[in-house]
Nanobody, 125 residues
Framework: VQLQASGGGLVQAGGSLRLSCAAS????????MGWFRQAPGKEREFVAA????????RYAGSVRDRFTISRDNGVNTVYLQMNSLKPEDTAVYYC???????????????????WGQGTLVTVSS
């Protein structure tokens, strides 16, 4: 599975961006796709994840109610709609995927097999 992330950019605080992650290659119905981010000088952290089989989602507390992860039906693409952006959301955002995963592991980076290149999101104050 190859992942292609896009949609990053520069936005003012309070603005919105939508990231996309397109998966190519063999992806099973049990695929989980997630977003992680890494700010300068900080460790990579979980943002959100989506499980194809039952459309379940999981969010980090810091983005819940502001970010929405979704999938385009019939297309192997997952989106991250980011609203009410804050300067602390500034980071390189990475998409990741795994063939199957229990709900409890969706926030764990080590549970993901495939990673895309990062896309930079910069939120100015």
């Amino acid at each position: 599975v190859q992942l292609q992330a896009s949609g990053g950019g520069l936005v003012q605080a309070g603005g919105s961006l939508r990231l996309s992650c397109a998966a190519s290659g063999r992806a099973s119905s049990g695929t989980v796709m997630g977003w992680f981010r890494q700010a300068p000088g900080k460790e990579r952290e979980f943002v959100a994840a989506y499980r194809w089989s039952d459309r379940s989602t999981r969010y980090a507390g810091s983005v819940r109610d502001r970010f929405t992860i979704s999938r385009d039906n019939g297309v192997n693409t997952v989106y991250l709609q980011m609203n009410s952006l804050k300067p602390e959301d500034t980071a390189v955002y990475y998409c990741a995927a795994a063939a199957n995963m229990i709900f409890g592991r969706m926030s764990q980076a080590e549970a993901y097999t495939y990673w895309g290149q990062g896309t930079l999101v910069t939120v100015s104050s």
